[in-house]
């Protein structure tokens, strides 16, 4: 079914193969028709086991609608009054899942258990950052754009981390030493715009101790991240640009327009995952495709299958 994937992604998928056998994937809010019918192509690729957990007659319904009916599938009904977040949550917990994935539900109900710390999915020596990981026609590379989920206005600290997770998941997926963008609105420092005097502090620091195994460039903006004919016209001197894997955002608003945008008017491949959480969590927009609902999966799953073989 998805043969003309990008090399990128199709790397992904094959290493997912090579887990030693499917993992269980607690689709909380299973109702969610792409991230359902996903989950099911995940199976058939020999990866993952879907695990339902929801309102029974809504998955029933779902099922019926996709042609899914009497697939081997766990379905784990649960009441109204039961958060499906949660009980994919404490499943994962007592070992009947391993992968925790957003299905039919609003991204901060999705969140607010994952962040609860009762629930010790947060690392104490890690920031839980989305990273959505992209591929469209007219950029060369794979790239990734973070955070797009989860931090609203990030303080400079919170930015070197997500520098940080995004460089290693890059890593992970082929990228040894990956050219990662501070997104600005300009490129050049102004005390008016914060974030600016920021990128450039960060910038800084990481040339007198590096946050990570990556070129750090910023403040800069979109047109130069993606253009090398830009930085051409505007006389910018930078040799990654046109050649950067990723992009740190300065708010949540600028990373989710530029997934959104690609996503919509690109049609971009992609995935995407919640890096440096205790247990793999896939996250996918409700209304992003089945193939990318696909992808997160084979993301995550490669990326635990790995760790466990360590």
Not at 28 to 57: C, R, S, T, W
Not at 75 to 91: H, W
Not at 104 to 117: A, E, G
Not at 199 to 217: F, G, K, R, S, Y
Request: hydrophobic share 40%; proline share 4%.
């Amino acid at each position: 079914m998805y043969e003309n994937l990008p090399v990128e992604f199709k790397n992904i998928v094959e290493r997912a193969k090579k887990v030693k056998k499917p993992l269980r994937v607690a689709i909380a809010g299973a109702d969610a028709e792409n991230i359902l019918a996903g989950a099911f192509d995940a199976q058939d690729a020999g990866f993952a086991e879907p695990v339902l957990v929801g309102n029974y007659k809504k998955i029933h319904a779902m099922l019926e609608k996709l042609g899914f009916e009497g697939r081997d599938c766990d379905i784990q009904p649960i009441t109204n009054d039961v958060n499906p977040v949660q009980y994919a949550i404490e499943m994962v917990q007592a070992g009947g899942a391993d992968v925790l994935v957003r299905g039919n539900t609003q991204t901060r109900d999705f969140l607010l258990p994952v962040l609860n710390k009762a629930n010790h999915l947060i690392r104490e020596d890690r920031l839980i950052t989305h990273i959505n990981l992209m591929k469209f026609e007219g950029y060369e590379k794979m790239l990734a754009v973070s955070d797009c989920t989860l931090l609203v206005e990030p303080s400079m600290e919170q930015r070197k981390e997500v520098v940080r997770n995004m460089a290693e998941t890059l890593q992970f997926f082929g990228v040894d030493k990956p050219n990662i963008a501070l997104l600005s609105l300009v490129e050049k420092p102004s005390f008016h715009m914060r974030d600016t005097v920021e990128a450039q502090t960060i910038i800084m620091d990481h040339q007198e101790e590096p946050i990570a195994n990556c070129n750090l460039v910023g403040p800069i903006t979109y047109d130069l991240i993606v253009s090398k004919e830009a930085a051409r016209l505007k006389n910018y001197d930078c040799e990654y640009c046109g050649e950067f894997d990723g992009i740190v955002v300065p708010t949540l608003l600028a990373g989710n327009l530029i997934c959104k945008l690609l996503d919509t008017h690109q049609h971009a491949t992609g995935c995407c995952v919640l890096y440096g959480a205790s247990v793999p969590i896939a996250i996918n927009g409700r209304s992003e495709s089945r193939e990318q609902a696909f992808l997160s999966l084979a993301a995550c799953i490669a990326m635990a299958a790995e760790k466990a073989e360590r």
